[in-house]
């Protein structure tokens, strides 16, 4: 089964109905009819989450998580290993330490990277990455 990891600029870009919302939308649907499996570092959820809190105030941010959370997306939480292992690719890619995480969650599950964030393009072929247009 096919792998991908969300990082922050995908899940809103399906949010914010951005021109890469219908491929993020194809990806969701696949997931939901069991051909893959998505995955979101709980520090790239909160990301989102702050984003929406600071742009549109608490209550849209409160009632957007709530919709999200019925999409197939599995948030990982930020164990003790996985904060290490990002730490690793921020120092070694020279990524914020946000990003890493998601990084770290490709490398973990030999997954492919779904963001609109150029930072990525550092780490050159580590994992694939599918690239949607800001």
């Not at 949010?15 to 009819?33: G, N, S």
């Not at 930020?78 to 990524?95: D, F, G």
């Amino acid at each position: 089964m096919k792998t991908y990891v969300f990082d922050a600029s995908a899940l809103l870009a399906f949010l914010e109905d951005k021109p890469a919302a219908q491929r993020v939308d194809e990806l969701l649907t696949d997931a939901t009819r069991g051909r893959s499996q998505i995955l979101m570092s709980a520090v790239n959820y909160g990301e989102v989450y702050g984003k929406i809190l600071r742009d549109y105030g608490a209550d849209q941010a409160r009632v957007t998580i709530s919709g999200v959370s019925p999409l197939p997306i599995a948030v990982l939480d930020a164990t003790a290993a996985r904060a290490l292992l990002a730490a690793e690719v921020k120092v070694k890619y020279k990524l914020y330490y946000a990003d890493s995480f998601a990084a770290a969650l490709c490398f973990e599950n030999k997954a492919t990277l779904v963001t609109s964030d150029s930072d990525f393009r550092r780490l050159g072929h580590s994992f694939p990455v599918i690239w949607l247009k800001p």
